[in-house]
């Protein structure tokens, strides 16, 4: 009888077994991918031997994973996370989960000194307030028309004389330097009605000057932040005030006090033209939202350094980037030469340092070909988010509550699964339908400029500034890139830096020959 009962269970044990086993094989094909992770230190060695190649190295591990998403262990394991390159799960961080997936204590921590509580360094009701704002302003005729007419101004009294200047003497340029000046410079014109004239001055000890360079110094001093494998340490030499912390704070000192400077003046201005600029219609909204003095000033402040943080350096990151795949792909220079001297031909009247909103929206091979290159590579390469409760995303990953999520735009147009086996070649050909036209896709799919209800709301002036320079270099100059630029071959290792933005390392240089005129 016992043989009986033991060979009437055995059937139902080697069937439980092999249930187990199927279960326990499924989870773990389930289970989210943590490539080059070791007990203990996590992927800290990885993370070190690939910190030169930092986003190439993101975008290798991605891509070998089953749903482009893959986990992060912190050393010790202090910290988890997750980094996806999955249209479908961005979507749910940045649109249908969306308040699940804040700025948050480890983004905030880190920028604060440098942009207070800003639009980009803030939740909540701060943030949505100031997004409230901007939303209404960027979406007005008046300040579109004052952004097209600064922007044509500083390119025909700033950088086109300059660049001749340069051109008649034969120098060499640092062509990505040049360009982070004309931003600064631009952007102070339209977000304050200031012009620092920082291009044309040859002052090397301007109150301008020092400011930029204490801002790019704080600016690399926050993404070094970032990048520590362990943030204790930075942490405590800014509590004990030691070391690149002590010199961060000098750099905020002077930080701060531009930013007060140009307070002061937009509050003793009473010229109904200074009304234009994008700060005092800022200041006008503020009156309404219960500040005192000092708290109206503190966040008059965070928004100024905010819109400096958006728009000095984020254009001229991505014009380098392009100036250095056109003259790797010299055919696709050609036929942007060639798109806006035909909208030259079809009247008297154009000009290329003078044309307007929709002369600019009908260029589609140059958007094309822009859009093509901020795909490869995007001025902001990677964002982050902190959890605020468990979650799980469409393809199952899990994220706990309290991990990072980021998310890569460099890594993500250089997945062969949402863009095909040319993934990584630069073919503006792909944004246009068969009649030319260009075809924008979703923002999920390419977040150069994020997504969902952080959408950049600068995003038309920022084509609107990188069409104009772009129209009026390639008209007046030839520009040779020094070593040749971006080809196909270059591009497999691309010479970017460290930093909150994927600037050039050692810049753009560059010659520059007048083209002739009939």
Known sequence: MAADIFYGVLPLVILSLSVILFLRRRHSQLKTPCPQSYPLIGNLIGFLRNRHRFHDWVSDMLSTTPSLTLQVNGFLGLSHGICTADPTNLHHLLRSNFPNYIKGHRYTSVLHELLGRGIFNSDGHIWSSQRKIASYEFNTKSLRTFITNTVKSQISRSLIPHLSSAADAGELLDLQQVLRKFGFDNICNVAF??????????????????????????????????????????????????????????????????????IKSKETQSDSKTDEDLLSRFMASSWDMGFNDDERRKFVRDIIISFILAGKDSTATALTWFFWLLAGHPHCRDLIHREFSMLMASSAYIHPENLNFDELKSLN?????????????????????????????????????????????????????????????????????????????????????????????????????????????????????????????????????????????NGLPVRLKKRQHP
């Open 193 to 262: 009605g200031v012009d620092p004239g920082l291009l044309t001055s040859n002052s090397t000890d301007s109150n301008n000057l020092l400011f930029v360079q204490a801002f790019d110094s704080a600016v690399e001093h926050v993404s070094n932040r970032f990048m520590s494998p362990l943030p204790a340490v930075w942490k405590m030499k800014r509590f004990l005030n030691i070391g690149n912390e002590r010199k961060y704070k000098q750099a905020i000192e002077t930080v701060n006090q531009f930013a007060m400077d140009i």
């Open 365 to 505: 091979y140059l958007h094309a070909a822009l859009s093509e290159s901020m795909r490869l590579f995007p001025p902001v390469p990677i964002n982050s988010r902190l959890t605020v409760d468990h979650d799980k995303l469409p393809d199952g990953t899990y994220v706990g509550k309290g991990w990072f999520a980021d998310y890569s735009a460099y890594a993500m147009g250089r997945m062969e699964k949402l863009w095909g086996s040319d993934c990584r070649e630069f073919k503006p050909e792909r944004w246009l339908d068969n009649n030319g036209v260009y075809q924008p896709l979703d923002q999920f799919k390419y977040p150069v400029f994020h997504g969902g209800f952080r959408m950049c709301l600068g995003k038309e002036m920022a084509y609107l500034q990188m069409k104009s320079v772009v129209v009026a270099i390639i008209y007046e100059f030839e520009v040779e890139v020094i070593g040749g630029g971006g080809t196909p071959e270059k591009m497999v290792a691309p010479p970017y830096t460290l930093s909150l933005l994927l600037g050039m390392k």
